[in-house]
């Protein structure tokens, strides 16, 4: 998936300065936005929408407006804020909006560094809906049917924890208890019958996110995904997405524990 231009999510953009909603609008052309002049419009376009990114110009002229835009703010939950920020009095602005100082970016417009905000809270908006979905069909228990020395069979999904191809024709399952299953039933196929938790982190590997520990970034521009029994398994970035929407559906669960998804640069 295409984070930036598969995800249709609006964009307000909110600024009394003609120029900045010009060049924000420029920058993020192959994207929905809308630029918008006065507070009274920035609150009717926010209410008409199911999810949207509002991207902020705050400065000392608008300072004034600060108290209706917390208020516009508690308003609505499905409305991600990035905010840019010219003001002499951080603090003050931190304070009233209850923001981490990394919630904010610098006043001077930086494409990159608007595009790279947008990108991660287009991500999150998509993985926290695809969860939300999802999390609705989840079965208590999946069994996953395969094919073992030309006999079919059936095992529970969460016993197993990651699926690698080898050669052609067979894949290997790695069970939680140590053992290790042949089978001619191709990742497709297996991937076709499980749930969001046994997802592909690579063309040649499927891994249940019950089983993570950690994943860090490699060499490779890709990622590392560590198991809790110390196996390392590579994560493709293409791949990531989905990686995030199963640990975003473990965490719903309450059940087990997994890494915090740190979101910098806007404030969630």
Same mark, same amino acid.
């Given at each position: 998936?295409?984070?930036?231009?598969?995800?249709? %999510?609006?964009?307000?953009? $909110?600024?009394?300065?003609?120029? $900045?909603?010009?060049? *924000? @609008?420029?920058?993020?052309?192959?994207?929905?936005?809308?630029? %918008?002049?006065?507070? #009274?419009?920035?609150? /009717? #376009?926010?209410?008409?929408?199911?999810?949207?990114?509002?991207?902020?110009?705050?400065?000392?002229?608008?300072?004034?407006?600060?108290?209706?835009?917390?208020?516009?703010?508690?308003?609505?939950?499905?409305? =991600? +804020?990035?905010?840019? *920020?010219?003001?002499?009095?951080? #603090?003050? &602005?931190?304070?009233?909006?209850? &923001?981490?100082?990394?919630? !904010?970016?610098?006043?001077?417009?930086?494409?990159?560094?608007?595009?790279?905000?947008?990108?991660?809270?287009?991500?999150?908006?998509?993985?926290?809906?695809?969860?939300?979905?999802? =999390?609705?069909?989840?079965?208590?228990?999946?069994? %996953?049917?395969?094919?073992?020395?030309?006999?079919?069979?059936?095992? %529970?999904?969460?016993?197993?924890? +990651?699926? #690698? =191809?080898?050669?052609?024709?067979?894949?290997?399952?790695?069970?939680?208890?140590?053992?290790?299953?042949? @089978?001619?039933?191709?990742?497709?196929?297996?991937?076709?019958?499980?749930?969001?938790?046994?997802?592909? @982190?690579?063309?040649?590997?499927? *891994?249940?996110?019950?089983?993570?520990?950690? *994943?860090?970034?490699?060499?490779?521009?890709?990622?590392?995904?560590?198991?809790?029994?110390?196996? !390392?398994?590579?994560?493709?970035?293409?791949?990531?997405?989905?990686?995030?929407?199963?640990?975003? &559906?473990?965490?719903?669960?309450?059940?087990?524990?997994?890494?915090?998804?740190?979101? =910098? /640069? +806007?404030?969630?």
């Amino acid at each position: 998936m295409n984070l930036e231009t598969d995800c249709h %999510i609006p964009i307000l953009v $909110f600024s009394p300065n003609c120029e $900045f909603r010009v060049r *924000v @609008s420029e920058m993020l052309k192959e994207y929905t936005v809308t630029a %918008i002049q006065t507070i #009274e419009k920035f609150r /009717g #376009e926010i209410k008409k929408q199911k999810n949207s990114i509002a991207i902020l110009e705050v400065t000392e002229k608008t300072a004034q407006l600060l108290e209706r835009l917390l208020t516009i703010k508690n308003e609505v939950s499905n409305v =991600k +804020f990035i905010y840019f *920020v010219n003001l002499k009095d951080i #603090e003050a &602005l931190l304070s009233l909006l209850s &923001l981490n100082p990394s919630s !904010i970016l610098p006043c001077c417009l930086d494409e990159n560094v608007l595009r790279s905000n947008v990108t991660k809270v287009m991500q999150y908006i998509y993985e926290q809906g695809l969860a939300c979905v999802t =999390k609705k069909n989840l079965k208590k228990y999946n069994f %996953i049917q395969l094919t073992v020395k030309n006999k079919q069979t059936e095992i %529970i999904e969460d016993l197993i924890m +990651f699926i #690698e =191809k080898k050669g052609k024709y067979n894949v290997e399952i790695y069970l939680s208890n140590g053992g290790v299953i042949t @089978s001619t039933t191709n990742l497709k196929d297996i991937s076709t019958q499980s749930t969001p938790y046994l997802f592909q @982190s690579h063309k040649s590997f499927l *891994v249940n996110i019950k089983y993570t520990h950690s *994943v860090i970034p490699n060499s490779f521009n890709n990622y590392d995904l560590t198991l809790s029994n110390q196996t !390392i398994i590579p994560l493709s970035k293409s791949y990531y997405p989905i990686y995030n929407v199963a640990k975003t &559906l473990l965490k719903a669960d309450n059940t087990y524990s997994v890494l915090k998804n740190e979101f =910098k /640069g +806007f404030h969630i």
